[in-house]
């Protein structure tokens, strides 16, 4: 958009329409018979002067303001208004009479503004048009055209010949050109009418109707001239008046966007009906106004081309359609078949996937199921579509009670528009019993709008029953093997001590090492029945009111020898509120965590520890950022929470690695066990320990700048 001025809105558009009605409704009372016709012929005379300015004007303003593609044809029509403008000026001037005395430079300056205006119209851009299109929109032009030259071939050139009221080559040869040129113009408005594109309808509509408007004015100025018979003042005069005023309405339409597509002109019936009236019109004129019902010689051969035009034209819209209706049906039929074949492989894809798979809309309702489902559940699709999902499906706790469909993961993911994990559902099968389930609920969304959800689900009944047994052998095996660990860590501290005798440099390196694999081997054992114990539920717990300043600082005095060895720093930050918690489950969950931050932390640096109070799980007055981020992993606990900290600066957990860091024996390098030690069980044991008194844990980290681990206890 030029920055000449301000866009041309629809405001202004309003303003001037109400503008051009005003003038042409005055106009039209000034000139009926009620006044002497020489002050209506001086009304036409004013009005003409100032609508052919307003028009000028408004066109050249339009130049200015509009988009690029359009300044080029509203240009040429303040032009060619100007010039027409011109010619009224000079006839006016030089007192010319248009019947007795016309001016041969007034109308040389018409014929040369008709010449500019067509141009204009022919400038516009209009909708894009295919090869057939072209051929239709030039017959067209040759069907519209040649019947409104009969017309005037009828109406006009009789008369025009017959005159003998212009003297003169020059004159006489005017006399006949300006009905040719009015035709010209007003099959070229006709044809930008038919062919305006919807975002331009408005302002070239009016473009087109104005100069349609313009160029009958012209043409009953000519009939009425050669039979002698025109005098400036009447009705007929406002051809011309609201020609210049549609014009100038046309200028102030709202202007389209730059980048808006042309898209379609009108649609083809209207343009074979604006075609065939416009023939019939001449057909009624020539057999009701002609001189001889009869056409003559060259009549006859302009209608023998006007009727095979309008016939081939009909031909080629009628073959054109039939091409693209079979084009359309083919491409529906390829959609058909590629949708088809889509959704043959999608469901496929569904029926061979293992994992239960099943749909609900907005409300909860089932959908879809695969066979996997369907199988796993003991539903068929037919039993369970349409059914609320959450209270068919899932299963209720251990106290009887369904969980609220508000807490559910389908409803979160659905109403938080993201994917939602949730490893400890219970799904009801349709005989009613129940098996755990590992789920996935992802939020169904098309254009910003969910729709329903996608749950994926997998039975881990085996997989559990897996890890029991595994857990029960580990438990044994650790139970039956503190007993001679013990003895032979005994014998191998007598040993070290020199019991036995004094010792070889190379046997004292010996014990060395195996009495600290045997130390090492024992933390194993006490870690695993640690965890043994804590996932049967037998651990002990004391609960009592617990200043989390005095669990920080504790943890950190027994940390302070490690921490020192390493060259580690450990710093108690902020450390408010109290915790209902076991002292000693908590301290060792704090010492896991401080000891894996001084072990992955770079000499010199600092080991910071944080706890702070909050209302509710997802607001913290330590971290409001990080405690936002734990109720997106889940950390949904009813009542007040006190939230802890352990901040390193050391080298980071990349992302990917963040959750499998809670299994057991994971570590993010499988080197760390021999270089840092430890048994890959600390961060297993503590999430049970926090997971058990009601809160949870994660971590926040980046690669090579620290690592941050939060974790969650009900406050006191």
Known sequence: MDSGGP?????????????????????????????????????????????????????????????????????????AGVTAISGNAWSAAMGSDPVSSPSVVGDGLFAVALLIATAGLLSFPTARRRGAELVVMFLDGLVAGGALLLIVSVL??????????RDGSAAQALALLLPLLDVVLATVAVLLLLRVSRSQRLGLGLVATGFLLYAVGDLTFAVRAAEGSFVFGTVLDLGWIAGYAFFGLAAWAPLPSEDEDTGRGLPESIGTMVVFAVLLVAAVVQVTLGESRNPNGAQAVAWLVLIVAAGVRQVLLTADNAALRRGLERRVAEQTEHLRQLARQNELLLDSVGDGIYGVDRDGRVTFLNPSAGEALGYTLAELEGRPAHPVLHATTVEG??????????????????????DDELLRRADGSTFPADMTAAPLIDDDEVLGG??????????????????????????ELRTPLTSIRASLEMVADGHLGPL????????????????????????????????????????????????????????????????????????????HADADQVMQTLTNLIGNACKFSEPGSVVTLESGPTATTTATATDTAAAGRAAEAGAVVAGPQVLFEV????????????????????????????EKGGTGLGLTISRQIVTRHGGRIWIESEVGVGTSVFFTLPAA
């Open 454 to 479: 996608v749950i994926v689900f997998r039975d881990v009944t085996q997989r559990r029953e897996v890890d029991r047994i595994k857990d029960e052998f580990l438990s044994v095996v650790s139970h």
């Open 504 to 579: 070889s440099a190379g046997a004292t390196r010996m014990v060395t090492v195996a009495l600290e694999s045997s130390e090492r081997l024992s933390r194993l054992i006490n870690d695993l029945l640690d965890l043994e114990r804590l996932e049967t539920g037998e651990a002990t717990r004391s609960h009592t009111a617990q200043p989390a300043r005095d669990l920080l600082e504790a943890a950190a005095r027994q940390i302070e020898g490690m921490a020192g060895s390493l060259g580690v720093g450990i710093e108690v930050g902020r450390a408010d509120g109290v915790v």
């Open 647 to 674: 901040r390193d600066h050391g080298r980071g957990i990349p992302a990917d690695m963040l959750s499998s860091v809670f299994e057991r024996f994971e570590q993010v390098d499988s080197s760390d066990t021999r």
């Open 401 to 422: 009670r369904l969980v609220p469909w508000e807490e559910c993961p389908v409803f979160a993911a659905m109403s938080t528009g993201q994917v939602q994990v949730a």
């Open 7 to 79: 866009a041309l809105g629809r405001t202004h558009f309003d303003t001037a329409r109400v503008v051009v009605a005003g003038l042409l409704v005055l106009t039209t009372l000034l000139l009926l018979p009620w006044l002497p016709m020489g002050v209506r012929g001086s009304v036409t005379t004013v009005a003409l002067l100032a609508a052919g300015v307003l028009g000028s004007a408004s066109a050249a303003l339009r130049a200015r303001r509009t988009t690029p593609r359009d300044r080029r044809p509203w240009l040429l029509l303040a032009i």
């Open 156 to 165: 006009v050139y009789p008369q025009l010949l017959d005159s003998s009221a």
